[in-house]
């Protein structure tokens, strides 16, 4: 292994990596990732599942790899759905159905379906989605059914699209986002379209590789808190109708919005309440009149 220029600490893992204890002793998310180190390999994590020859070099197999994409480069979400309202609670890319891991009040054994039947008794519902899915663009697309969402893991930076992931959610009453992965987002666009929330809490959000916000919150007539403080929207180019129809929203800091490159941004806030964009108005006095009308 000298000739690999692998530290002291990384041929350990990799020496767990082939061990009986594989998945119990390595603890770091980034493993597979000194796996290609070590082969000098720069590819994806596919190439375990279709490279047999990588696969006995370093004594792993596909049916490992893939507990290791549940455990460790996952993203884990917990889901409450409301009692007497049925239908999908979550929408899943076809052809990638598999990669998606359902399972019903905590039980082991996996569902596999996507929806909750009217003679269902469902207290919980527990998703792993495993690495391969790059996109969240639609995943919960008019689960009216859902009442509380939790990321409870999302090691993964993959993720390149939130469009429409909240769209018409509009039975959901909590959302948590703090273990939110957004590092390598390019679009939210209707992200939170048409959401009953009161309060979204995005404080964790990267948005760095952002280009489109279209639509982002609106009609989210519900909403009165947003935190966005930390939003960096250097390469935003559309915030077009971003909090259409926010008419219960009271506060909002936009002290670190960097408008450079938008093009299109009219009816930013319209249909939102008067007195809140008097206060807008007021406080960034700079602002242009064509954020608040189409």
Request: charged share 15%; proline share 0%.
């Given at each position: 292994m000298g000739s690999c220029n692998l530290s002291k600490n990384e041929e350990?893992?990799?020496d767990l990596i082939k061990s009986e204890f594989i998945f119990a002793k390595v603890k770091s998310k980034y493993i597979l990732q000194k796996i290609f180190n070590y082969l000098n390999k720069k590819t994806s994590l596919e190439i375990i599942k279709y490279n047999k020859k990588i696969q006995n070099r370093i004594n792993i197999t596909f049916n490992e790899y893939k507990e290791y994409s549940k455990k460790y480069s996952s993203i884990e979400i917990e889901i409450v759905p409301i009692y007497n309202i049925y239908g999908k609670f979550i929408n899943t890319i076809k052809g990638y159905e598999?990669?998606?891991?359902?399972?019903?009040?905590?039980?082991?054994?996996?569902?596999k379906r996507y929806y909750i039947n009217k003679d269902d008794k469902v207290a919980k519902i527990n998703i792993i989605i495993d690495y391969?899915?790059?996109?969240?663009?639609?995943?919960?697309?008019?689960?009216?059914?859902?009442?509380?969402?939790?990321?409870?893991?999302?090691v993964r930076n993959n993720i390149n699209d939130m469009s429409y992931m909240f769209y018409n959610c509009s039975s959901l009453k909590r959302i948590n986002l703090l273990n939110f992965n957004t590092d390598n987002v390019y679009y939210m666009t209707?992200?939170?379209?048409?959401?009953?929330?009161?309060?979204?809490?995005?404080?964790?959000?990267?948005?760095n590789n952002v280009i489109n916000m279209n639509s982002m919150f609106s009609h989210c007539s519900s909403l009165e808190?947003?935190?966005i403080?930390?939003?960096?929207t250097k390469n935003v180019t559309d915030f077009?109708?971003?909090?259409?129809?926010?008419?219960?929203?009271?506060?909002?800091?936009?002290?670190?919005?960097n408008t450079d490159n938008v093009t299109i941004i009219y009816g930013m806030f319209y249909g939102c309440s008067d007195e809140f964009k008097a206060k807008v108005k007021a406080k960034y006095k700079d602002i242009k009149q064509k954020y608040f009308y189409i």
């Open positions: 350990g893992e990799l598999k990669y998606y891991h359902i399972y019903f009040n905590n039980n082991k054994e996996e569902i391969q899915i790059k996109s969240l663009n639609r995943l919960f697309y008019e689960c009216i059914c859902i009442e509380s969402i939790n990321f409870k893991k999302f209707s992200m939170f379209t048409g959401c009953s929330l009161k309060e979204i809490n995005s404080s964790s959000f990267n948005t808190q947003i935190n403080s930390n939003f960096n077009n109708s971003m909090f259409y129809g926010c008419s219960s929203l009271e506060v909002l800091n936009l002290s670190n919005f």
